[in-house]
């Protein structure tokens, strides 16, 4: 059941679209709670493996994301928010290529994706709420007063994740990033249930030459706008 009168911003799109830091940018700037969806596949995908657990064994998923004892807790000095299974800290582990791809192939799994929604759904609290994902303004949040889907070519998503991974010490090549990134664009556009779209009445932004701040600033008008709009329309 999804609380009424709370104001959601759905940030919808493919990885390296910026999608991730504009949420939690927005969130701040609005002092809304902030729901990373994909984080939950992830840590989901990861928790398999701790347990090994086949990444399509959908019956003993579901059981794990039932039991999935997960925790956020936002590092204030560093400015980010720390992940924890199990009681471990997985803050890096669960941002790897690895663990994008095994969310990916867990995703696909329809009761998977049953068994992580009212754990989206709880993060609809007041004051309000940015969430971040595939499918927050198609299937999760479909009555969000703000959708956004955004967009950037596969060369320039590649670029910017090889320039966060290299900066991180990693060793990757810009060509093997782009057959990753597409290979999981294609399983997430192309799964039965709930695949990557735009909702019929998001706002697309194709972020391709566009830096971090003009997004940031065509999202909160985007919001301004309507957020005028959602008060009216609470006004009995
Ligand atoms: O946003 P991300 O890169 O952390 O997502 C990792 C994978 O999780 C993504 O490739 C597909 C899956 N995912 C999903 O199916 N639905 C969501 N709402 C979020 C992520």
């Given at each position: 059941m999804i609380k009424k009168n709370i104001p959601v911003i759905t940030i919808d799109g493919p990885s390296g679209t910026g999608k991730g830091t504009i949420s939690r940018l927005v969130a701040q700037e609005l002092g809304f709670h902030f729901l990373d969806s994909g984080a939950l596949y992830r840590l989901l995908g990861l928790a398999a493996r701790h347990?090994?657990?086949?990444?399509?064994?959908?019956?003993?998923?579901?059981?794990?994301a039932?039991?999935?004892?997960?925790?956020?807790?936002?590092?204030?000095?560093?400015?980010?928010?720390?992940?924890?299974?199990?009681?471990?800290?997985?803050?890096?582990?669960?941002?790897s290529e690895l663990s994008g791809k095994d969310a990916s192939i867990v995703a696909i799994l329809p009761a998977v994706r049953q068994a992580l929604m009212n754990r989206?759904?709880?993060?609809l609290e007041p004051p309000g709420l940015v969430a971040?994902?595939?499918?927050?303004?198609?299937?999760?949040?479909?009555?969000?007063?703000l959708k956004i889907f955004l967009t950037a070519s596969l060369n320039e998503r590649a670029r910017r994740r090889y320039k966060q991974l290299k900066g991180k010490g990693n060793d990757v090549t810009l060509e093997d990033l782009q057959v990753v990134l597409s290979a999981r664009d294609a399983r997430d556009k192309q799964r039965e249930v709930a695949p990557l779209l735009p909702a019929d009445d998001a706002v697309q932004i194709d972020t391709t030459e566009l830096d971090i701040d003009a997004v940031f600033?065509?999202?909160?008008?985007?919001?301004?706008?309507?957020?005028?709009?959602?008060?009216?329309?609470?006004?009995?």
């Open positions: 347990h090994s657990i086949p990444l399509d064994d959908e019956a003993a998923l579901v059981t794990l039932g039991h999935l004892d997960i925790q956020f807790t936002f590092d204030s000095e560093h400015q980010k928010t720390d992940i924890f299974l199990e009681g471990e800290r997985v803050t890096d582990v669960v941002r989206q759904h709880a993060f971040d994902g595939r499918d927050m303004g198609t299937v999760i949040f479909p009555g969000a007063e600033i065509r999202v909160m008008s985007l919001w301004n706008n309507c957020s005028m709009k959602f008060k009216e329309s609470r006004v009995v």
